[in-house]
């Protein structure tokens, strides 16, 4: 961004409140670029971040556990809507996020970080156009059956349903992985937040033939809590990525006020991560017809794969190990 920078707490202040309008188009153009030289590295799974990052502190730590995972080729880090309190510009936000994170990991020059659309699917049919749902058709042509492009989903689905849509022939070259929508006792329950934001992309998800995998919200990532000391005593002083966590949590609006949080959009990531931390379950997909209204249909041929359990335990152990804390 060419916007001169207030220095210090000032300039984390008011990014957190509020984060001016980048310039998309040139961004886009220059990192589509370098992102299409990438190629595969064999053992390492393309992955794709699409997150409401300036949602709640919970995305962030998400983001940094993946930019520092040897065993993630990071493709993208794209931004997704997100609705609270009225704001009007959340994906901008989040994308101004996104460029942070990316900037404290030395990494804007080589991750690809297009914005994603400011408004849900009107209905299950048409696709929102942005920058980030043809990032994640471009990635995922540039794989193949053998070789899925992972599109981990933190926010809202409208970015990843937009692209399948927009081209639907990427169906057997990407993985979807999304959070929100509870599951207990082998029963689909209703969204809680995600779901909101786009039941439209949540309905075109389940309804495709793309491997998807479920994280469970409330129950499940909800289980995986971590507390603001821990954060400060683990993650202070590890670098600017992860004292920037810290400083976040304790200067945000909202969560500066909390000791402890759930961090829902960490679990799936370290699911993926960490198999052996997550207890997997087959089963059928549900028919979503609203929100708050989830058909059952376990023999479902349309079978996706859920998040069942967690070791909370071994998840956050895993967590300080990757940032190198004590």
Known sequence: MTHAKPAGRQRLSLLIRWCPYTALATISLVLFATTLAAQS????MRVI??????NEVDDLF????ALVAPEFQIEGLTSALWRHRGTPNSVELSQALNEKLLDLAGLRDTIAHPQGSAEALPDTRTPQDSPAARHIIQRAHAGSATDKLHVLILGAATNPASALLLDPTIADKVVFAFIDGDFRDGKWGPGIYNWKNDIAAVQVMFASS???YHMPAPSVSGDLV???????????????????LVEYWEKHPRYGKIER??????????AFLRPQLAQRTITGAPIVHAVDRVEQFPDNPRRVTVFS???VS????DYWQAAGGR
């Open 314 to 317: 071994g998840m956050l152990a």
């Open 62 to 65: 998400a983001i940094a556990r």
């Open 226 to 244: 971590m507390t603001r000391s821990d954060a400060r005593q683990h993650l202070g002083g590890r670098g600017a990525l992860w004292d920037f």
């Open 49 to 54: 971040i699409d997150a409401d990052t300036a």
């Open 41 to 44: 590295q064999p053992g390492k």
């Open 261 to 270: 949080t759930r961090m829902w959009d960490v679990a799936l990531v370290q």
């Open 309 to 311: 359990k967690i070791d």
């Open 210 to 212: 793309v491997e998807y």
